[in-house]
Nanobody, 112 residues
């Protein structure tokens, strides 16, 4: 069983940057994919980015060129570097492992 804890959310002005972290604990040897999703008010949860055990990375079109997903050297942490943020990026961001385990979420608000 894997447990996830996200951190790094907050309030930022348009054009600013934030870095989210997700620390995994528990049975991590079998993790195949770590990913970030987000859910804006009144909208469905949507995919943001993912990184496979192999290192292969996928991004949603809406964040390509602005967001970067990476894993820590110990492979139990995944990061999401978010640059050039705009108000449409406002959402609760969730970490996900293997499509099943979710973190508690961290709020990102982009506003003047």
């Amino acid at each position: 069983q894997v447990q996830l804890v996200e951190s790094g959310g907050g309030l930022v002005q348009p054009g600013g940057s934030l870095r989210l972290s997700c620390a995994a604990s528990g049975s991590m040897f079998s993790i195949y994919v770590m990913a970030w999703y987000r859910q804006a008010p009144g909208k469905q949860r949507e995919f943001v980015a993912s990184i496979l055990r192999s290192g292969s990375i996928t991004y949603a079109d809406s964040v390509k060129g602005r967001f970067t997903i990476s894993r820590g050297s110990a492979k139990n942490t995944v990061y999401l570097q978010m640059n050039s943020l705009n108000p449409e990026d406002t959402a609760v961001y969730y970490c996900n492992v293997d499509g099943s385990t979710w973190g508690q979420g961290t709020q990102v608000t982009v506003s003047e």
